[in-house]
């Protein structure tokens, strides 16, 4: 009776110090619309705190959400948030809000990765929403934050993880991730693949630190004029020399019988590795060499599953098999007289084998 | 040439991108004052410049300084068109030209434009040089310093209280004038900023003058108001209080001067027992005049002939102040004084005995006699000089006069509280002004030089005092039903007390108190000019009436027998007129307790009807106890009478209201001061009554760990934390349909209700928390909108102390009241037998030996004890503070992050600046003020819909304010505003075209604070001793 007679042409409250509801602030970032926001509150009960009724709850909502709206545009710069005038907001707040912006879900995230962070991936955010159940709103805001991050980090010198610290003010775990999505992005993995489905976010992300680790220029080299986006193009090239050991029949048995000598009564599938340990080895050295073509590059995910795990998993390998056998596999190199390349080795094989043990599994 | 004014451009950030080609700015930087301007040089590319010019120096007239404000314009350099501007800057260099404020201003400034709003910031030092002007007929009144602060400043002692300043500047309103039609409506918004500014800055120099011819120093609650008439002109006005303060030195005060802490300690001397301590109206002889006069009453004395005389001596005092001094006006003697009496009424014509001020110095409220207003319906096309302020002038004379004789009706020689406002609606304009009929000391009211035997020092019964009458009780000037007090048991109080001033912290009180609002709207038919000012009049009686009658049933329904902080609010639309009274109702010990409400029907035969009257009399019953266990009012003695109180006769209901509303045509007057208790039988004979019932029940308590008042404190909280949130909330409605009075009430209360609830409910993780100075104001902006504003405080307490602390505040006054009154045995001793007041000991140990009354022995078992339990908590307090504050982290700037700020000044990042309307800060010093904050904004937009529509559109502009309001007083070197208020917020829409305009003027004291932890820190040892007097001082 009372919405007929009158309706609210105006509404607003401002705090001197920003007032923040954190349950609010996630269901805008959720890409909610109010609507559904206060209908979402009421169930979680919020009409039993403080004697609200629905009427209070929407004009709270609406309220929160344009104050959101407001921070928004500084939340896309974040070392602004610090020394803008307009919102006294405490720091710890700050942080708050900063690192709740950029929280991403991986199951949007793993959708993205890998791909062009471009206009046209954007239209297929329609897609990946419907397949995902995430609203669209909120799929833009990710999407937009990738590659935000990305437009400032790619050009820049020195460690990807403390750039996208120093200018997005993250945490560090939410850094790392977002060293994984510019990494993928800026090399293209394929991650898309039918038989990379199984793999989550968080494999890749572990995939990512590790290449970033191990791989860049940055990781040997600590001067910070160093680049951390791109893979170590020399030793990529150094890699093709690791070729010697399949190619050389000699080694490739001696590294064999290493092995096996290793594992012998240690491992379940030892027969299975037997017969298959000059395939596996051989899939292994090849990938190595031939990451100087950057489509090889691209197919590193799906070259370790198609050519290593599955056969691996096809004769029913423990995890427990996989790290001792990878392990001996990488080690015994060490042995062989006649294999110069050991430091080579070392790093190529150093991160093959914790992303194949991360990779491991259903 | 007294003055040199120093102005440096250092940096800018965050500029806005002007030029779209390179997505960068090349700026550059005016700087103006008067009509000279300084330029810095053009920062190609760069959205953060760096300028670093030079010193840009005006060497100006001290006049000048006052008015003008300091001019910064941040412009784009475009070498084939005209410079774009940017934004602009205004600095109100007031504050550096006294030297006990700010030396500098120096700090990030808000760049605003009024289409755009902020757009980045600027880095600007600014310097004064003053060279002292000794110049008699001087312009300039340079030094005088402001406050809006209503009550005498922390660090300040009052040395003496000259009394009411006023004045008013008219000019004609740049949007109204033939130029506005051809330029853009920046140029006019900023014509119209620039022009308050200069306005301002006149009417603060021509009061200041008038304080320097009364021989103060100080304008204490001032008080500047913007009328915007429209076509006749622009008008702003201020009033306030002149003072001679005197500053306390801040720092040694919690260890070395425990006396400093308490502003009037130092007069006291031993009193002299001319008369009976406590005597109502006995404000001593303090000028050979009064002393004369009065040794020639009998005791019988004629309350009324007092009453007038004490009232000229008010209105003297400001010629005493005048140049001369106490000393020579003493020596004069019983001459002056005749010739004092003579020029009596020429006196009268001109001076008004008001106070703006609503909480005073200890021992300065003797007695209250309740609320006084008066309101006058005028029409602004009928100003004949329309640029001249002479009629404007006699319309506040006018009213002035009436409140004048109001205060003197009711024994009263002095009106405190006082306040006046204007709504205007096309031509109408009506005038109101209110205040409380008060008997005030004479102690603040001379200089302080005079002889020890003229400094009389008062001694009333600490916290019952102020409520005995000081009106004639054969000789009322209203029937009201007097009973002896409560308290003391020797003199008349009233039933009920209204009063528009804050609770005095020295009161008795019972249990907590609680906002209480009336709300009414009233429809009116459309008229033009003469009948549509006598429409309005002639409703504003009925309307006050109901407003007062509400009230009235509004408190008895909470068990409590006292107003404070009252404040009528009547707004006039072209359909409606709205009516808004907001107060802190409170149980006062001193006080009768109030009788029930009595639901009578007219038609007793009706067996159903009976059980209807019979189910409402529970309901309302019901509502009654349960408001007091909500309040905590549990009345010590004679708890029985409020429920078998007789019912008196129902006819008598409110008879004597109608006789009032009808005596005048032009201005209505009402004196809110009285109530009996007749006046509370509902009689439903008619549909109306029903309606009141229902709408006296629809009032939600306020939710579970929630206060709420409209005045500075909350009796019966004291353990506030260091967690504040200042807010405004603005809410706009639009009614739809026609509407019938009821239906309009029904709606108007609704909304006020909802509102608060949106508060709370906001606010919850502040949980317990008080929500203090709740003042809404109301608006017709349109018709049939109703615009309702609110800006408050909501501030934290804990609540695991308050009931330890209960006892402790009552410890408080009476420690307060010891450290006054431990000189002055031979009347406390008298006083003992009868009153539960303080007990006068030297020795800390006799306190529990005396005190007759059981809970003043339980207060008082033993103080020492309390004090260190006092200064425990203290220290356990903050702790606790810390935790819950993690809790509650959502809303308030907590004391370990205002810390840190604190300490990081310089740092890169922003400091806090905290806000309150209140005069104090929580848990904190106020160690400094820096000067007066008074700022008026425009904003005004033609693309609503892009910036989220007419809430997006004042959403950003208020946090705007709040913003430059932040950095203006950081840039003085501040970290706080107390008594903030936002005077006006002036919304108009039209969103078929897509704009929007909106004003808001706000004002404030910007202070330097520092926590008390770290006081405390510094010096454990003394302060453990000292707590008491420190917290006297503080006065929370």
């Known amino acids: 009776m009372l919405f007929k007679k009158m309706s609210m042409e105006l509404d607003v409250f401002v705090g001197n110090t920003t007032v923040l509801d954190e349950d609010v602030y996630q269901l805008w970032l959720d890409g909610q619309t109010v609507t559904d926001a206060v209908r979402i509150r009421i169930e979680a009960g919020a009409l039993q705190e403080c004697e609200a009724n629905a009427e209070v709850l929407l004009s709270d909502t609406m309220d929160q959400f344009r104050t959101f709206q407001m921070c928004e545009r500084l939340l896309q710069s974040p070392s602004k948030v610090a020394n803008q005038l307009l919102f006294q907001i405490p720091p710890h707040r700050q942080t708050m809000l900063i690192e709740r912006y950029y929280e991403f879900d991986s199951m949007f995230a793993r959708e993205v990765l890998g791909k062009k962070l471009s206009k046209g991936t954007k239209k297929d955010l329609d897609d990946i929403g419907s397949k995902t159940g995430i609203v669209l709103k909120s799929c833009r805001r990710q999407f937009d934050n990738f590659k935000r991050v990305f437009k400032v980090v790619e050009e820049l010198k020195g460690p990807l993880v403390e750039n996208i610290q120093r200018h997005f003010l993250l945490s560090d775990v939410l850094a790392r991730d977002y060293a994984a999505i510019v990494f993928f992005a800026n090399s293209r993995f394929e991650t898309g693949k039918r038989k990379l489905q199984y793999l989550s976010f968080q494999d890749f992300a572990f995939c990512a630190g590790q290449l970033i680790s191990y791989w860049t220029v940055g990781a040997v080299d600590n001067v910070v004029e160093n680049m951390d986006v791109d893979l170590e193009k020399e030793f990529l090239h150094d890699l093709k020399d690791l070729k010697v050991l399949v190619n050389d029949k000699d080694m490739l048995d001696q590294h064999k019988s290493l092995v096996c000598a290793q594992l012998r009564g240690k491992i379940k599938v030892f027969s299975e590795m037997e017969a298959s340990f000059k395939n596996l080895s051989r899939a292994l050295v090849n990938i190595a060499s031939k990451l100087t073509h950057t489509k090889d590059v691209r197919d590193l995910f799906i070259d370790l599953v198609e050519k290593f795990i599955e056969p691996c998993r096809s004769d029913k390998w423990t995890i427990g098999d996989l790290r001792l056998f990878l392990t001996h596999y990488s080690s015994s190199v060490h042995t062989l007289e006649a294999f110069r390349r050991q430091v080579i080795w070392d790093r190529y094989m150093g991160v093959i084998k914790s992303c194949i043990l991360k990779m491991y599994h259903d | ?1036």
């Open chain 2, 1 to 1036: 040439m007294p003055g040199k004014l120093k102005a440096k451009i250092v940096a800018g950030r965050h500029l806005p991108v002007m030029d779209r080609a390179s997505d960068l700015t090349d700026a550059f930087v005016e700087v103006k004052f008067g009509n000279t301007t300084f330029k810095t040089d053009v920062y190609p590319k760069s959205l953060n410049p760096q300028w670093n010019s030079e010193w840009f120096k005006f060497e100006v007239d001290d006049e000048d300084l006052q008015d003008e404000p300091l001019q910064i314009t941040v412009l784009d350099h475009d070498t084939y068109s005209a410079n774009d501007a940017i934004g602009k800057v205004y600095i109100d260099i007031d504050p550096l030209l006294c030297s006990e404020a700010a030396t500098v201003i120096s700090g990030w400034l808000p760049i605003y434009d009024t289409i755009h709003g902020i757009r980045g910031e600027i880095n600007v030092l600014v310097k004064v040089d003053l060279f002292n002007d000794l110049n008699r007929f001087r312009q300039s009144s340079c030094g005088v310093k402001f406050f809006c602060t209503t009550s005498i400043p922390r660090c300040y002692r009052a040395v003496m209280v000259h009394g009411f300043v006023e004045e008013l500047v008219v000019n004609e309103d740049p949007e109204y004038q033939w130029i506005d039609r051809i330029r853009t409506p920046r140029a006019s918004n900023e014509a119209r900023q620039r022009l308050i500014f200069l306005m301002s800055g006149e009417l603060q120099r021509k009061i200041g003058l008038k304080v320097l011819e009364m021989g103060g120093n100080a304008v204490v609650g001032y008080l500047q108001c913007f009328d915007l008439e429209g076509e006749t002109g622009l008008v702003v006005r201020a009033i306030g209080t002149a003072c001679t303060l005197e500053k306390i030195s801040t720092l040694p005060a919690t260890a070395t001067h425990p006396s400093n802490s308490s502003p009037s300690k130092d007069m006291k001397e031993p009193g002299f027992g001319e008369e009976a301590p406590g005597v109502p109206l006995s404000s001593g002889p303090p000028t050979p005049l009064r002393a004369q006069t009065f040794s020639s009453f009998s005791p019988s004395k004629s309350y009324s002939r007092q009453s007038s005389s004490s009232d000229t001596e008010l209105s003297l005092t400001p010629k005493t102040g005048m140049g001369s001094g106490g000393s020579a006006g003493k020596e004069a003697g019983p001459l002056k004084a005749l010739l004092r009496q003579q020029t009596q009424s020429a006196l009268e014509q001109r001076e008004y005995p008001f106070f703006t001020l609503t909480a005073f110095p200890p021992g300065f409220l003797l007695h209250v006699g309740g609320v006084v207003s008066a309101r006058s319906v005028k029409l602004l096309d009928r100003i004949h000089n329309p640029d001249e302020p002479e009629t404007r002038d006699a319309w506040w004379e006018e009213i002035r006069q009436e409140i004048k004789s109001h205060a003197k009706a009711l024994g009263c020689h002095a009106v405190v509280g006082y306040s006046e406002s204007t709504s205007i609606c096309e031509e109408v304009c009506i005038l109101s002004a209110s205040g409380t009929a008060a008997i005030l000391s004479s102690r603040f009211m001379q200089d302080g030089s005079l002889d020890t035997e003229h400094r009389f020092e008062e001694v009333v019964p600490p916290g019952c005092g102020f409520c005995h009458i000081p009106y004639d009780e054969l000789n009322i000037p209203f029937p009201a039903q007097l009973t002896y007090c409560y308290c003391c048991r020797r003199y008349k109080v009233p039933d009920v007390l209204f009063t528009t001033i804050d609770l005095p912290t020295e009161a008795n009180v019972t249990g907590k108190g609680c906002l209480i609002q009336a709300r009414l709207c009233r429809t009116k038919k459309k008229a033009q000019g003469e009948g549509n000012a006598t429409a309005i009049s002639n409703l504003l009686p009925f309307l006050e009436y109901e407003l007062h009658t509400q009230l009235m049933n509004k408190l008895k329904l909470r068990g409590m027998n006292a107003l404070f902080g009252l404040r009528i609010q009547i707004s006039v639309g072209e359909t409606m007129l709205l009516g808004l009274a907001s107060a802190t109702g409170v149980y006062l010990t001193a006080l009768p307790s109030p009788g029930g409400i009595q639901v009578a029907g007219k038609t007793p035969s009706d067996i159903t009807y009976e059980q209807h009257i019979s189910n409402m009399q529970k309901k309302i019953n019901d509502t009654i106890s349960k408001n007091k266990e909500l309040h905590e009012i549990n009345p010590p003695e004679v708890v029985e009478e409020i429920i078998g109180s007789p019912i008196p006769e129902p006819r008598q209901r409110s008879r004597l209201f109608r006789s009032h509303s009808e005596s005048s045509d032009e201005v209505s007057e009402l004196d809110l001061s009285h109530g009996k208790k007749d006046a509370f039988v509902l009689e439903i004979d008619d549909t109306d009554a029903v309606e009141d019932i229902h709408a006296l029940l629809t009032d939600s308590p306020t939710p579970a760990g929630f206060y709420s008042c409209n005045t500075e404190i909350m009796p019966g909280i004291q353990n506030w934390t260091s967690a504040i949130q200042m807010f405004t909330s603005v809410r706009v409605f639009r009614l739809n349909a026609n509407l019938t009075n009821q239906g309009l009430n029904k709606i108007f209360s609704d909304l006020c209700e909802n509102l608060l609830k949106s508060l709370y409910f906001k606010l919850r993780s502040m949980v317990p928390c008080c929500l203090c100075h709740l003042n809404f104001t109301v608006a017709i902006p349109e018709d049939e909108l109703i615009q309702v504003a609110v800006t408050a405080v909501a501030m934290s307490f804990d609540k695991e102390q308050s009931l330890e602390n209960g006892k402790q505040s009552g410890e408080k006054t009476l420690i307060k009241a010891i450290t006054e009154n431990d000189e002055q045995l031979q009347f406390n001793l008298e006083l003992n037998a009868e009153t539960s007041s303080p007990n006068p000991l030297s020795s800390p140990k006799g306190l529990s030996e005396v005190g007759s009354h059981p809970s003043a022995r339980d207060r008082c078992s033993s103080w020492i004890e309390q004090l260190k339990l006092k200064a425990h908590t203290i220290r356990r307090g903050s702790v606790k503070t810390t935790s819950s504050l993690e809790k509650a982290s959502p809303l308030p700037e907590g004391r370990s992050r205002s810390l840190r700020s604190n300490r990081s000044y310089s740092g890169s990042s922003v400091a806090v600046v905290k806000m309150t309307p209140l005069s104090f800060i929580p848990g904190a010093k106020i160690i400094k003020y820096l000067g007066i904050i008074n700022m008026f904004f425009i904003r005004e937009t033609t693309s609503l819909r892009e910036e989220g529509g007419v809430s997006g559109f004042l959403h950003t502009f208020i946090a705007e304010v709040f913003a430059m309001v932040r950095a203006h007083v950081a840039a003085l070197g501040g970290n706080a505003v107390v008594s903030y208020s936002m005077k006006e917020c002036v919304f108009m829409e039209n969103p078929n075209k897509n704009q929007a305009q909106c004003l808001i003027n706000v004002s404030g004291d910007a202070v330097i604070f520092i926590q008390e932890s770290e006081l405390e820190s510094t010096s454990v040892q003394t302060q453990s001793a000292t707590t008491h007097t420190s917290n006297g001082g503080e006065g929370t």
